[in-house]
Protein backbone atom coordinates (compact mmCIF):
# COMPACT_ATOMS: atom_id res chain seq x y z
CA UNK A 1 0.00 0.00 0.00
CA UNK A 2 1.36 3.42 -1.04
CA UNK A 3 2.27 5.70 2.06
CA UNK A 4 -0.37 8.64 3.01
CA UNK A 5 0.78 11.79 1.90
CA UNK A 6 1.70 14.58 4.52
CA UNK A 7 -0.27 17.12 5.38
CA UNK A 8 1.59 20.49 7.28
CA UNK A 9 -0.03 21.55 10.68
CA UNK A 10 0.04 25.46 10.78
CA UNK A 11 -1.22 26.08 14.43
CA UNK A 12 -2.13 29.77 14.77
CA UNK A 13 -3.16 29.73 18.24
CA UNK A 14 -0.86 31.69 19.56
CA UNK A 15 -2.04 34.89 16.90
CA UNK A 16 -5.51 34.00 15.64
CA UNK A 17 -6.57 31.83 18.87
CA UNK A 18 -6.04 34.99 21.00
CA UNK A 19 -8.12 36.95 19.14
CA UNK A 20 -10.74 35.25 20.73
CA UNK A 21 -12.40 37.80 23.36
CA UNK A 22 -10.84 37.01 26.99
CA UNK A 23 -7.94 34.68 25.58
CA UNK A 24 -5.12 37.21 25.63
CA UNK A 25 -1.97 36.13 27.29
CA UNK A 26 1.14 37.30 29.10
CA UNK A 27 4.72 36.32 27.54
CA UNK A 28 5.54 33.62 29.98
CA UNK A 29 1.65 31.95 28.82
CA UNK A 30 2.99 32.09 25.22
CA UNK A 31 6.24 30.46 25.48
CA UNK A 32 4.45 27.82 27.70
CA UNK A 33 1.99 26.90 24.95
CA UNK A 34 4.98 27.17 22.01
CA UNK A 35 6.76 24.71 24.02
CA UNK A 36 3.99 22.42 23.70
CA UNK A 37 3.41 23.34 20.36
CA UNK A 38 6.94 21.59 19.44
CA UNK A 39 5.93 18.63 21.99
CA UNK A 40 2.55 18.02 19.33
CA UNK A 41 4.97 18.33 16.49
CA UNK A 42 3.14 20.97 14.31
CA UNK A 43 4.50 21.75 11.33
CA UNK A 44 4.77 26.13 11.42
CA UNK A 45 3.66 28.29 14.89
CA UNK A 46 2.31 31.27 14.06
CA UNK A 47 3.61 33.50 16.74
CA UNK A 48 1.67 36.61 16.38
CA UNK A 49 1.58 39.84 14.87
CA UNK A 50 4.44 41.73 15.53
CA UNK A 51 3.00 45.13 14.19
CA UNK A 52 0.41 44.92 16.32
CA UNK A 53 1.74 45.88 20.06
CA UNK A 54 4.89 46.23 21.67
CA UNK A 55 3.99 42.95 23.41
CA UNK A 56 3.08 41.35 19.98
CA UNK A 57 6.39 41.75 18.74
CA UNK A 58 8.29 40.72 22.03
CA UNK A 59 6.47 37.62 22.09
CA UNK A 60 7.04 36.61 18.66
CA UNK A 61 10.76 37.40 18.56
CA UNK A 62 11.44 35.71 21.91
CA UNK A 63 9.39 32.73 20.19
CA UNK A 64 11.47 32.88 17.04
CA UNK A 65 14.69 33.29 19.57
CA UNK A 66 13.80 29.99 21.71
CA UNK A 67 11.82 27.58 19.82
CA UNK A 68 13.83 24.69 17.79
CA UNK A 69 12.04 21.90 15.90
CA UNK A 70 9.30 24.20 14.48
CA UNK A 71 8.64 26.94 11.61
CA UNK A 72 8.18 30.06 13.17
CA UNK A 73 5.81 32.45 11.59
CA UNK A 74 5.28 36.33 11.77
CA UNK A 75 1.84 37.91 10.62
CA UNK A 76 1.97 41.10 8.25
CA UNK A 77 -0.18 43.22 5.78
CA UNK A 78 1.08 44.08 2.38
CA UNK A 79 3.46 47.09 3.27
CA UNK A 80 6.76 47.75 3.80
CA UNK A 81 6.68 48.90 7.81
CA UNK A 82 4.53 45.28 8.57
CA UNK A 83 6.66 43.19 6.62
CA UNK A 84 10.07 45.12 8.23
CA UNK A 85 8.68 45.04 11.69
CA UNK A 86 7.82 40.90 11.29
CA UNK A 87 11.56 40.48 9.92
CA UNK A 88 12.50 42.08 12.90
CA UNK A 89 11.05 39.45 14.95
CA UNK A 90 11.95 36.73 13.06
CA UNK A 91 15.11 37.10 11.73
CA UNK A 92 16.94 34.99 14.17
CA UNK A 93 14.59 31.97 13.91
CA UNK A 94 16.13 28.60 12.33
CA UNK A 95 13.35 28.41 10.20
CA UNK A 96 11.09 31.71 9.89
CA UNK A 97 7.91 32.59 7.85
CA UNK A 98 6.59 35.76 6.64
CA UNK A 99 2.73 35.31 6.14
CA UNK A 100 1.64 38.17 4.28
CA UNK A 101 -2.23 38.89 3.99
CA UNK A 102 -4.32 41.37 1.23
CA UNK A 103 -7.67 41.02 1.03
CA UNK A 104 -8.73 40.22 -2.42
CA UNK A 105 -13.29 39.72 -2.12
CA UNK A 106 -14.96 42.14 -4.03
CA UNK A 107 -16.94 43.91 -0.42
CA UNK A 108 -13.45 44.01 0.84
CA UNK A 109 -11.81 46.08 -1.96
CA UNK A 110 -14.92 48.41 -2.26
CA UNK A 111 -15.66 49.10 1.12
CA UNK A 112 -12.15 48.31 3.15
CA UNK A 113 -9.01 48.62 0.64
CA UNK A 114 -11.00 51.30 -1.74
CA UNK A 115 -8.88 49.53 -4.57
CA UNK A 116 -9.41 47.52 -7.82
CA UNK A 117 -8.21 44.94 -9.27
CA UNK A 118 -4.83 46.00 -10.56
CA UNK A 119 -3.88 47.89 -8.26
CA UNK A 120 -5.08 44.81 -5.15
CA UNK A 121 -2.76 42.70 -7.50
CA UNK A 122 0.08 45.25 -7.41
CA UNK A 123 0.23 45.62 -3.88
CA UNK A 124 0.00 42.00 -3.34
CA UNK A 125 3.52 41.41 -5.98
CA UNK A 126 5.15 44.44 -4.25
CA UNK A 127 4.50 43.01 -0.35
CA UNK A 128 5.50 39.57 -1.50
CA UNK A 129 8.89 40.56 -3.60
CA UNK A 130 9.85 43.23 -0.40
CA UNK A 131 9.12 40.01 1.97
CA UNK A 132 11.12 37.39 -0.35
CA UNK A 133 14.03 39.85 -0.56
CA UNK A 134 14.87 39.43 3.40
CA UNK A 135 12.84 35.88 4.27
CA UNK A 136 13.40 32.78 1.68
CA UNK A 137 9.85 30.91 3.14
CA UNK A 138 6.76 33.25 2.14
CA UNK A 139 3.26 32.86 2.78
CA UNK A 140 0.27 34.75 1.13
CA UNK A 141 -3.24 34.53 1.94
CA UNK A 142 -5.90 36.43 -0.34
CA UNK A 143 -7.96 37.64 2.74
CA UNK A 144 -11.61 36.54 2.01
CA UNK A 145 -10.71 34.09 -0.63
CA UNK A 146 -14.16 32.30 0.34
CA UNK A 147 -15.75 35.40 -1.33
CA UNK A 148 -13.53 36.61 -3.79
CA UNK A 149 -14.49 35.82 -7.27
CA UNK A 150 -12.46 32.61 -8.47
CA UNK A 151 -11.01 34.55 -11.64
CA UNK A 152 -9.67 37.21 -9.58
CA UNK A 153 -8.97 34.48 -6.99
CA UNK A 154 -6.70 32.60 -9.68
CA UNK A 155 -4.87 36.01 -11.05
CA UNK A 156 -3.99 36.78 -7.53
CA UNK A 157 -2.36 33.67 -6.49
CA UNK A 158 -0.42 33.14 -10.12
CA UNK A 159 1.09 36.70 -9.17
CA UNK A 160 2.24 35.95 -5.72
CA UNK A 161 3.40 32.81 -6.63
CA UNK A 162 5.86 34.29 -9.83
CA UNK A 163 6.63 36.89 -7.29
CA UNK A 164 8.10 34.24 -4.69
CA UNK A 165 5.17 32.91 -2.79
CA UNK A 166 6.00 29.38 -1.57
CA UNK A 167 2.86 28.62 0.12
CA UNK A 168 -0.72 30.60 -0.61
CA UNK A 169 -3.43 30.30 1.76
CA UNK A 170 -7.07 30.80 0.72
CA UNK A 171 -8.59 31.76 3.66
CA UNK A 172 -12.31 31.52 4.30
CA UNK A 173 -12.20 34.48 6.61
CA UNK A 174 -16.09 34.97 7.73
CA UNK A 175 -16.71 31.35 7.69
CA UNK A 176 -19.13 31.23 4.73
CA UNK A 177 -17.78 28.86 2.22
CA UNK A 178 -19.44 24.90 2.41
CA UNK A 179 -17.28 21.78 1.88
CA UNK A 180 -18.60 21.49 -2.33
CA UNK A 181 -17.37 25.19 -2.26
CA UNK A 182 -13.98 24.89 -0.84
CA UNK A 183 -13.17 21.32 -3.09
CA UNK A 184 -14.13 23.13 -6.01
CA UNK A 185 -12.20 26.28 -4.96
CA UNK A 186 -8.96 24.36 -4.55
CA UNK A 187 -9.41 22.31 -7.77
CA UNK A 188 -9.99 24.96 -9.37
CA UNK A 189 -6.46 26.41 -8.28
CA UNK A 190 -4.76 23.45 -9.07
CA UNK A 191 -6.22 23.38 -12.66
CA UNK A 192 -5.84 26.89 -13.94
CA UNK A 193 -2.79 28.59 -11.80
CA UNK A 194 0.30 28.19 -13.66
CA UNK A 195 2.88 27.45 -11.67
CA UNK A 196 0.60 26.01 -9.00
CA UNK A 197 3.31 23.49 -8.28
CA UNK A 198 5.75 25.41 -7.28
CA UNK A 199 3.88 26.72 -4.04
CA UNK A 200 1.98 24.55 -0.90
CA UNK A 201 -1.95 25.54 -1.15
CA UNK A 202 -3.08 25.84 2.50
CA UNK A 203 -6.80 26.71 3.82
CA UNK A 204 -7.43 28.40 6.92
CA UNK A 205 -11.31 28.06 7.68
CA UNK A 206 -13.40 29.66 10.29
CA UNK A 207 -16.11 28.35 11.87
CA UNK A 208 -19.31 30.76 11.64
CA UNK A 209 -21.64 28.07 10.06
CA UNK A 210 -19.96 24.97 12.52
CA UNK A 211 -18.29 23.94 8.89
CA UNK A 212 -14.35 24.44 9.43
CA UNK A 213 -13.08 21.45 10.08
CA UNK A 214 -15.34 20.15 6.75
CA UNK A 215 -14.27 23.07 4.89
CA UNK A 216 -10.85 21.66 5.79
CA UNK A 217 -11.28 18.16 5.03
CA UNK A 218 -13.04 18.91 1.78
CA UNK A 219 -9.95 21.17 0.81
CA UNK A 220 -7.44 17.99 1.51
CA UNK A 221 -9.33 15.81 -0.66
CA UNK A 222 -8.64 18.64 -3.30
CA UNK A 223 -5.01 17.92 -3.20
CA UNK A 224 -4.35 21.06 0.08
CA UNK A 225 -1.19 20.49 1.51
CA UNK A 226 -1.37 22.57 4.48
CA UNK A 227 -4.41 22.81 7.05
CA UNK A 228 -4.13 26.11 9.27
CA UNK A 229 -6.14 25.72 12.57
CA UNK A 230 -5.86 26.25 16.59
CA UNK A 231 -6.10 24.11 19.56
CA UNK A 232 -9.43 23.73 21.19
CA UNK A 233 -10.84 25.49 17.41
CA UNK A 234 -9.97 29.15 19.37
CA UNK A 235 -10.13 32.06 17.43
CA UNK A 236 -12.46 35.62 16.12
CA UNK A 237 -15.76 35.20 16.52
CA UNK A 238 -17.00 31.44 16.18
CA UNK A 239 -13.46 30.25 16.46
CA UNK A 240 -11.61 28.36 13.73
CA UNK A 241 -10.39 24.95 12.75
CA UNK A 242 -10.07 22.67 15.38
CA UNK A 243 -6.73 21.35 15.14
CA UNK A 244 -7.40 17.90 17.43
CA UNK A 245 -10.83 17.76 15.16
CA UNK A 246 -9.41 17.63 12.03
CA UNK A 247 -5.97 15.65 12.87
CA UNK A 248 -8.11 12.60 14.18
CA UNK A 249 -10.21 12.75 11.63
CA UNK A 250 -7.53 12.47 8.96
CA UNK A 251 -5.77 10.07 11.15
CA UNK A 252 -9.02 7.60 11.55
CA UNK A 253 -10.05 8.22 8.48
CA UNK A 254 -6.71 7.67 6.65
CA UNK A 255 -8.56 4.77 4.31
CA UNK A 256 -10.56 8.16 2.71
CA UNK A 257 -8.07 10.81 2.66
CA UNK A 258 -5.30 8.76 1.56
CA UNK A 259 -3.56 11.35 4.28
CA UNK A 260 -1.94 12.30 7.55
CA UNK A 261 -0.07 14.51 9.50
CA UNK A 262 2.80 14.82 12.16
CA UNK A 263 1.05 15.04 14.51
CA UNK A 264 2.37 13.11 18.36
CA UNK A 265 -1.37 12.77 18.67
CA UNK A 266 -1.38 11.61 22.32
CA UNK A 267 0.01 14.29 22.97
CA UNK A 268 -3.89 16.06 22.34
CA UNK A 269 -5.58 16.61 25.28
CA UNK A 270 -2.78 17.51 27.47
CA UNK A 271 -2.28 20.54 25.04
CA UNK A 272 -5.92 21.25 25.02
CA UNK A 273 -5.91 21.14 28.72
CA UNK A 274 -2.70 23.44 28.65
CA UNK A 275 -4.79 26.55 26.27
CA UNK A 276 -7.91 26.05 28.27
CA UNK A 277 -6.08 26.41 31.41
CA UNK A 278 -3.70 29.39 30.08
CA UNK A 279 -6.86 31.51 28.13
CA UNK A 280 -9.82 30.19 30.96
CA UNK A 281 -11.79 29.42 27.83
CA UNK A 282 -13.21 25.63 28.54
CA UNK A 283 -13.71 22.91 26.51
CA UNK A 284 -17.47 22.23 26.09
CA UNK A 285 -17.84 18.77 27.78
CA UNK A 286 -19.24 17.38 24.39
CA UNK A 287 -16.47 19.11 22.64
CA UNK A 288 -14.99 15.80 20.00
CA UNK A 289 -10.94 14.11 20.82
CA UNK A 290 -10.78 16.31 23.75
CA UNK A 291 -13.99 17.03 25.56
CA UNK A 292 -14.91 15.24 29.61
CA UNK A 293 -17.13 13.27 27.20
CA UNK A 294 -15.78 12.39 24.57
CA UNK A 295 -14.43 8.88 25.68
CA UNK A 296 -17.23 8.60 28.35
CA UNK A 297 -20.60 5.72 27.68
CA UNK A 298 -23.49 6.27 30.08
CA UNK A 299 -26.15 4.37 28.00
CA UNK A 300 -26.84 0.73 28.95
CA UNK A 301 -26.80 -0.49 25.44
CA UNK A 302 -23.19 1.31 25.50
CA UNK A 303 -21.50 -0.04 27.93
CA UNK A 304 -22.86 -3.92 27.55
CA UNK A 305 -21.34 -3.58 23.83
CA UNK A 306 -17.82 -1.76 25.16
CA UNK A 307 -17.75 -4.51 27.31
CA UNK A 308 -17.55 -6.80 25.10
CA UNK A 309 -15.80 -5.13 22.23
CA UNK A 310 -15.27 -1.81 22.48
CA UNK A 311 -14.89 -0.92 19.12
CA UNK A 312 -18.52 -1.27 18.46
CA UNK A 313 -18.82 2.15 20.19
CA UNK A 314 -15.11 3.96 19.97
CA UNK A 315 -13.63 4.44 16.45
CA UNK A 316 -10.62 6.22 18.79
CA UNK A 317 -8.80 4.65 21.23
CA UNK A 318 -8.58 7.26 24.21
CA UNK A 319 -5.07 6.36 24.50
CA UNK A 320 -4.07 7.49 21.23
CA UNK A 321 -5.16 11.14 22.03
CA UNK A 322 -3.68 11.61 25.58
CA UNK A 323 -6.43 10.28 27.49
CA UNK A 324 -5.95 7.64 30.17
CA UNK A 325 -8.36 4.66 30.82
CA UNK A 326 -9.26 5.38 33.79
CA UNK A 327 -8.27 8.16 36.70
CA UNK A 328 -5.05 8.68 38.48
CA UNK A 329 -6.19 9.84 41.59
CA UNK A 330 -3.98 11.63 44.17
CA UNK A 331 -4.12 12.46 48.08
CA UNK A 332 -2.44 13.71 50.74
CA UNK A 333 -0.57 10.42 51.16
CA UNK A 334 1.05 10.77 47.39
CA UNK A 335 4.53 12.36 47.37
CA UNK A 336 6.15 14.73 44.77
CA UNK A 337 7.29 12.36 42.37
CA UNK A 338 3.58 10.79 42.07
CA UNK A 339 2.83 14.92 41.84
CA UNK A 340 5.28 15.69 38.99
CA UNK A 341 4.60 12.67 36.81
CA UNK A 342 1.30 13.63 36.71
CA UNK A 343 1.68 16.93 35.75
CA UNK A 344 4.15 15.87 33.30
CA UNK A 345 1.30 14.12 31.51
CA UNK A 346 -1.11 16.56 31.77
CA UNK A 347 1.33 18.74 29.40
CA UNK A 348 3.09 20.92 32.30
CA UNK A 349 6.69 21.54 31.99
CA UNK A 350 7.95 22.60 35.64
CA UNK A 351 10.87 23.92 37.14
CA UNK A 352 12.25 22.53 40.42
CA UNK A 353 11.13 25.42 41.92
CA UNK A 354 7.37 25.80 40.35
CA UNK A 355 7.40 22.00 41.21
CA UNK A 356 8.23 22.47 45.32
CA UNK A 357 5.49 25.42 45.48
CA UNK A 358 3.10 22.94 43.37
CA UNK A 359 3.99 20.27 45.65
CA UNK A 360 3.38 23.06 48.72
CA UNK A 361 -0.04 24.22 47.25
CA UNK A 362 -1.02 19.82 46.50
CA UNK A 363 -0.47 19.43 50.33
CA UNK A 364 -2.87 22.10 51.57
CA UNK A 365 -5.69 21.41 48.97
CA UNK A 366 -5.42 17.57 50.08
CA UNK A 367 -6.10 18.38 53.29
CA UNK A 368 -8.89 19.93 52.61
CA UNK A 369 -10.13 17.68 49.87
CA UNK A 370 -10.68 13.93 50.16
CA UNK A 371 -9.71 13.05 46.28
CA UNK A 372 -8.03 15.15 43.44
CA UNK A 373 -8.51 15.01 40.20
CA UNK A 374 -6.78 16.24 36.81
CA UNK A 375 -8.54 19.11 37.06
CA UNK A 376 -7.43 20.04 40.28
CA UNK A 377 -4.01 19.46 39.38
CA UNK A 378 -4.36 21.60 35.81
CA UNK A 379 -5.87 24.10 38.36
CA UNK A 380 -2.86 24.52 40.89
CA UNK A 381 -0.28 24.15 37.81
CA UNK A 382 -1.87 26.80 36.19
CA UNK A 383 -0.95 28.95 38.91
CA UNK A 384 2.68 29.04 38.59
CA UNK A 385 2.61 30.45 34.72
CA UNK A 386 1.91 33.98 35.76
CA UNK A 387 4.67 36.50 34.72
CA UNK A 388 3.13 39.42 36.86
CA UNK A 389 4.21 39.70 40.49
CA UNK A 390 1.46 40.23 42.93
CA UNK A 391 1.66 43.76 44.34
CA UNK A 392 -1.43 42.22 46.58
CA UNK A 393 -1.62 39.06 47.63
CA UNK A 394 -4.52 37.31 49.49
CA UNK A 395 -3.98 36.43 53.08
CA UNK A 396 -7.59 35.51 54.08
CA UNK A 397 -11.59 36.70 54.91
CA UNK A 398 -13.81 36.56 57.44
CA UNK A 399 -17.37 37.70 56.92
CA UNK A 400 -20.81 37.49 58.32
CA UNK A 401 -24.30 38.03 56.68
CA UNK A 402 -27.96 37.49 56.18
CA UNK A 403 -30.48 38.22 53.56
CA UNK A 404 -31.80 41.39 55.56
CA UNK A 405 -28.53 43.43 56.04
CA UNK A 406 -25.85 44.07 54.48
CA UNK A 407 -22.66 41.89 55.05
CA UNK A 408 -20.12 42.29 57.41
CA UNK A 409 -15.92 42.18 55.89
CA UNK A 410 -12.58 41.76 56.60
CA UNK A 411 -10.05 41.36 54.23
CA UNK A 412 -6.85 40.48 54.82
CA UNK A 413 -3.49 40.64 51.92
CA UNK A 414 -0.21 41.32 52.39
CA UNK A 415 1.41 44.29 50.32
CA UNK A 416 5.25 44.70 50.24
CA UNK A 417 5.61 41.91 52.95
CA UNK A 418 3.21 43.64 55.52
CA UNK A 419 -0.23 42.72 55.62
CA UNK A 420 -2.93 45.08 55.60
CA UNK A 421 -6.60 44.80 56.60
CA UNK A 422 -9.79 46.78 56.00
CA UNK A 423 -13.94 45.75 57.47
CA UNK A 424 -16.87 47.24 55.50
CA UNK A 425 -20.09 46.66 56.23
CA UNK A 426 -21.53 46.97 52.54
CA UNK A 427 -22.84 45.10 49.86
CA UNK A 428 -25.65 43.10 48.27
CA UNK A 429 -24.47 40.29 49.45
CA UNK A 430 -20.80 38.21 50.16
CA UNK A 431 -19.33 38.64 46.95
CA UNK A 432 -20.30 41.80 46.43
CA UNK A 433 -18.91 42.38 49.80
CA UNK A 434 -15.29 41.22 49.11
CA UNK A 435 -15.01 43.47 45.97
CA UNK A 436 -15.93 46.56 48.01
CA UNK A 437 -13.44 45.75 50.26
CA UNK A 438 -10.62 44.77 47.82
CA UNK A 439 -11.78 48.66 46.03
CA UNK A 440 -11.45 50.07 49.70
CA UNK A 441 -7.85 47.82 50.82
CA UNK A 442 -6.40 48.71 47.32
CA UNK A 443 -7.50 51.82 46.45
CA UNK A 444 -8.59 51.23 42.75
CA UNK A 445 -11.53 51.44 41.86
CA UNK A 446 -13.11 49.08 39.07
CA UNK A 447 -16.53 48.32 37.19
CA UNK A 448 -17.00 44.28 36.92
CA UNK A 449 -17.79 43.41 33.49
CA UNK A 450 -18.02 39.54 33.50
CA UNK A 451 -17.75 36.94 36.56
CA UNK A 452 -17.95 33.17 36.07
CA UNK A 453 -18.21 30.20 38.74
CA UNK A 454 -17.74 26.88 37.76
CA UNK A 455 -16.59 23.56 39.37
CA UNK A 456 -12.79 22.54 38.47
CA UNK A 457 -13.39 19.16 39.12
CA UNK A 458 -16.48 16.62 40.63
CA UNK A 459 -17.96 16.28 44.06
CA UNK A 460 -19.41 18.53 46.90
CA UNK A 461 -15.65 19.35 47.69
CA UNK A 462 -14.77 20.32 44.11
CA UNK A 463 -12.93 23.47 44.02
CA UNK A 464 -14.28 26.33 42.24
CA UNK A 465 -12.92 27.85 39.90
CA UNK A 466 -13.68 32.16 39.45
CA UNK A 467 -12.91 34.05 36.46
CA UNK A 468 -13.45 37.85 36.39
CA UNK A 469 -13.13 40.78 34.17
CA UNK A 470 -12.37 44.22 36.02
CA UNK A 471 -13.29 47.72 34.19
CA UNK A 472 -10.30 50.41 35.07
CA UNK A 473 -12.30 53.51 36.07
CA UNK A 474 -10.38 56.26 34.01
CA UNK A 475 -10.43 59.39 35.32
CA UNK A 476 -11.40 61.21 31.90
CA UNK A 477 -14.99 60.07 31.61
CA UNK A 478 -14.56 60.42 27.72
CA UNK A 479 -12.34 57.70 27.69
CA UNK A 480 -13.05 53.36 28.14
CA UNK A 481 -11.02 52.08 30.34
CA UNK A 482 -8.89 48.73 29.94
CA UNK A 483 -10.33 45.29 30.56
CA UNK A 484 -8.18 43.45 32.81
CA UNK A 485 -8.52 39.52 33.78
CA UNK A 486 -8.33 37.75 37.16
CA UNK A 487 -8.62 34.15 38.12
CA UNK A 488 -8.64 32.51 41.43
CA UNK A 489 -9.82 28.34 42.55
CA UNK A 490 -10.47 27.47 45.94
CA UNK A 491 -12.80 24.83 47.28
CA UNK A 492 -14.15 27.86 48.79
CA UNK A 493 -15.66 29.71 46.35
CA UNK A 494 -15.78 33.23 48.31
CA UNK A 495 -11.99 32.73 48.52
CA UNK A 496 -11.94 31.82 44.67
CA UNK A 497 -13.50 35.15 44.25
CA UNK A 498 -11.33 37.19 46.27
CA UNK A 499 -8.20 35.55 44.47
CA UNK A 500 -9.85 36.20 40.98
CA UNK A 501 -10.69 40.03 41.96
CA UNK A 502 -7.43 40.49 43.50
CA UNK A 503 -5.84 38.67 40.26
CA UNK A 504 -7.23 41.33 38.43
CA UNK A 505 -6.83 43.95 40.28
CA UNK A 506 -2.84 43.46 40.35
CA UNK A 507 -2.94 43.82 36.70
CA UNK A 508 -4.73 47.14 37.18
CA UNK A 509 -2.16 48.02 39.43
CA UNK A 510 0.91 46.94 37.59
CA UNK A 511 -0.53 48.20 34.35
CA UNK A 512 -1.02 45.14 32.27
CA UNK A 513 -2.34 46.27 29.27
CA UNK A 514 -4.45 44.19 26.63
CA UNK A 515 -2.62 43.80 23.29
CA UNK A 516 -4.62 45.16 20.30
CA UNK A 517 -6.70 42.95 18.25
CA UNK A 518 -4.91 43.11 14.50
CA UNK A 519 -7.77 42.40 12.82
CA UNK A 520 -8.88 45.78 14.14
CA UNK A 521 -5.70 47.72 12.60
CA UNK A 522 -6.59 49.92 10.08
CA UNK A 523 -5.18 49.36 6.39
CA UNK A 524 -1.29 51.45 6.14
CA UNK A 525 -1.28 53.42 2.98
Do not use: W
Given at each position: MALPRIVRIFDTTLRDGEQSPGASMNLTEKMEIAHALVQLN????????????????ESVRAIAQTVRGATVCGLA??????????WEALE????????????TSSIHR??????????????????????????????FSPEDAARTEIDFLCRVVEA??????????????????????????????????????????????????????????????????????????????????????VVMALRTRSDYYAADTRIVTQKLVPTSRLVANITSIQVP?????????????????????????RRTYEIMRPEDVGLDRTDLVLGKHSGRAALADRAKALGYQLSPEQLQSLFERFKALADRKKEIYDGDIAALC?????????????????????????????????????????EITAGDGPIDGIFLA?????????????????????????????????????????????????????????????????????????????????QRTELES
Open positions: VDVIEAGFPIASPGDFRCNDADIDRAHAPQPRIHLFLAEFKLRMNEDEVVARAIAGVQRARNLCGDIEVIDAGATTVNIPDTVGYATPLQMHHVIKSLRERVRGIERAVISVHCHDDLGLAVANSLAAVEAGAGQIECTINGLGERAGNCSLEERNKAIVGRNAFAHEAGIHQDGMLKEEHQFSALPERFSFVGYELSCASDRPPRVTLRVLQGGEEKSVIEKLTGITTICRDFRVQAVTVGKDAQAEVTVELQEVCPDPTSNGHIHRGRGVSTDSLEASAKAFLAAVNRVALGSQPKLHP
